[in-house]
C-alpha cells in the first residue's frame, strides 16, 4: 500500500544549525502524489508548512524547504538555520492528488531546538 | 479566522462510560475527519464526513462512531471506553486543494 516514512525522533539540534528532516514516499497505486509538511507547535493542532504538488518542484515557507524528488520518491525538509521556536513535531504527508480526500500522513518527527 | 474547534481539550473517563468529543469549524468545509494520534504511530484515521449524514469509515473505526447534523459540527462517540482509547484527538476540516485545517487535539485519558 501506500505510506510515508519520515526520521525517527526526536532530533535536536542546536539553534543556527542546519536541519534535514527525511521523508520517503511509497505510491505504488499513485501516479503523481501531491505532497505535504505539517508541524505541530506545542499545544496547538497541525498545521500546513508547505505542500508540492508537481515533481521536481521546491516548495518553501518559514525557511523550510523541502523538494519533490520523484527519482527517489523523497521529500525531505531542510532549514539552513533553525531558531527555537522551530520546536515542534514535523509530518510528511502525501495525497493521491489535489481532490483526494484522503491524506497520509507519516509518524511525526519531534524536533527540540536548544537554544 | 479560520478555525476548528475541539471541546474539551483535556477529559479523564473510566472505563466504560460513555464519552463525546466535539468538533466545530467555521469555514463551511464539506469534509472533516477525526484521527487519534498514539506514541509511534502517528496519525490513524477514525472516520470520514463528506458532509451532513454521510460518513465513511477510515482506517481504525472499531469502537467508535461519529454524528454530523450539521455542516460545522463532527462529533465523535466512544460508547463504552476502553483503556487502549486513551489518545490524542484530532479534528480536521479539508479545504480546497486538500489543505486540512485541524484542531488543537482533544487528550483523552481513558482508566
Known amino acids: 500500500g501506500d505510506s510515508v516514512t519520515q526520521t525517527e525522533g526526536p532530533v535536536t539540534v542546536s539553534e543556527s544549525e542546519s536541519l534535514i528532516i527525511n521523508c520517503t514516499y511509497s505510491a505504488t497505486s499513485i501516479a503523481y502524489p501531491n505532497l505535504f509538511w505539517y508541524v505541530r507547535y506545542p499545544g496547538e493542532g497541525l498545521q500546513l508548512l508547505l505542500k508540492?504538488?508537481?515533481?521536481?518542484q521546491k516548495g518553501s515557507s518559514r525557511g523550510f524547504e523541502a523538494t519533490y524528488n520523484k527519482e527517489t520518491t523523497s521529500f525531505h525538509l531542510q532549514k539552513a538555520s533553525v531558531q527555537e521556536s522551530d520546536s515542534a513535531v514535523y509530518y510528511c504527508a502525501l495525497a493521491p492528488d489535489t481532490n483526494a480526500y484522503k491524506v497520509i500522513f507519516g509518524k511525526g518527527t519531534h524536533l527540540h531546538v536548544l537554544p | 479566522d479560520m478555525k476548528v474547534t475541539q471541546m474539551p481539550r483535556y477529559l479523564i473517563k473510566r472505563m466504560g462510560e460513555n464519552v463525546l468529543l466535539e468538533c466545530g469549524q467555521d469555514?463551511?468545509?464539506?469534509?472533516m475527519y477525526w484521527y487519534r494520534q498514539d506514541p509511534g504511530l502517528g496519525l490513524q484515521l477514525i472516520y470520514i464526513s463528506y458532509d451532513v449524514d454521510s460518513n465513511s469509515e477510515g482506517d481504525i473505526p472499531k469502537g467508535y462512531r461519529v454524528s454530523r447534523k450539521k455542516r460545522e459540527h463532527f462529533s465523535l462517540i466512544l460508547d463504552s471506553a476502553k483503556t487502549n482509547q486513551t489518545s490524542v484527538y484530532f479534528c480536521?476540516?479539508?479545504?480546497?486543494?486538500?489543505?486540512?485545517?485541524f484542531g488543537s487535539g482533544t487528550r483523552l485519558l481513558v482508566i
Open positions: 508540492v504538488i508537481t515533481a521536481g
Open positions: 480536521a476540516s479539508r479545504g480546497f486543494n486538500s489543505d486540512y485545517t
Open positions: 469555514m463551511s468545509h464539506e469534509t
